[in-house]
């Protein structure tokens, strides 16, 4: 089984950064694709950055230059470095493993706020 917790979120002010962290248990984190979504109230669940095994990344337009998305694998942990925050990143953000279609799995969530 496969637990993910995630750390670091808070309240920062516009133009600043904070570095979430995911750490994962079980077997399978060093061959899975890993993921950060955020979710604003009243808002769908979205797709921040993701990053595959191999080390390949991507990013919603709306953060790219500003965050960055990395792997540990020994420490089977996945970062979000976050900079330049703007209120709308304000959400709560969720650490997303994908192995396969029927074993992927999601932390718990920790809220980011991002005062004007």
């Known amino acids: 089984q496969v637990q993910l917790v995630e750390s670091g979120g808070g309240l920062v002010q516009t133009g600043g950064s904070l570095r979430l962290s995911c750490a994962a248990s079980?077997?399978?984190?060093?061959?899975?694709?890993m993921a950060w979504y955020r979710q604003a109230p009243g808002k769908q669940r979205e797709l921040v950055a993701r990053?595959?095994?191999?080390?390949?990344?991507d990013y919603a337009d709306s953060v790219k230059g500003r965050f960055t998305i990395s792997r540990d694998n020994a420490n089977k942990t996945v970062y979000l470095q976050m900079n330049s925050l703007k209120p709308e990143d304000t959400a709560v953000y969720f650490c997303?493993?994908?192995?396969?279609?029927?074993?992927?799995?999601w932390g718990q969530g920790t809220q980011v706020t991002v005062s004007s």
């Open positions: 997303n493993l994908y192995a396969s279609i029927v074993r992927r799995y």
């Open positions: 079980g077997s399978i984190f060093s061959i899975s694709a």
């Open positions: 990053i595959t095994s191999g080390g390949s990344t």
